[in-house]
């Protein structure tokens, strides 16, 4: 199990974007999270190696853009899309939810740039990372 799971500082967690406690269970967007004891993590029986980058935003409401890597960044959009965690009601066909905070405007407003969105964070277009 990643150390990332067991932050003390809730407030520092990202449970709209990133994997949120379901009873006894882990989710993200629409789907169950499973990590096995080298911290790999398993979506819909997909597995996504282990990396600082990736636990880094799937967990953390402000990425430390240092421990983040462009192929971090892609499997993070892939897990997105794969659990629609990014959009309204983790319904697949939804608009993005928006919000004000640090990841959205860092990372899904880059990732999902072309795709409908409704607020005012829609018109964030800041550079980040190169993918």
Request: proline share 2%; aromatic share 10%.
């Amino acid at each position: 199990m990643s150390p990332y799971l067991y932050e003390s500082k809730s407030r520092f967690l990202d449970t709209e974007y990133g994997i949120r406690r379901f009873g006894d269970d882990f989710m993200i967007g629409d789907s169950q999270v499973s990590v096995d004891r080298d911290g790999n993590i398993h979506i819909k029986e997909v597995e996504f190696p282990a990396t600082k980058g990736v636990w880094e935003l799937l967990t953390c409401r402000k990425v430390d853009k240092k421990l983040v890597t462009s192929n971090d960044v892609k499997q993070y959009k892939t897990i997105l899309e794969m659990t629609s965690a990014h959009l309204e009601g983790y319904e697949p066909d939804a608009n993005i939810r928006t919000s004000k905070g640090l990841k959205f405007r860092d990372v899904i407003s880059k990732l999902f740039s072309g795709t409908r969105q409704s607020g005012a964070e829609a018109t964030l277009r800041r550079e980040w990372v190169s993918y």
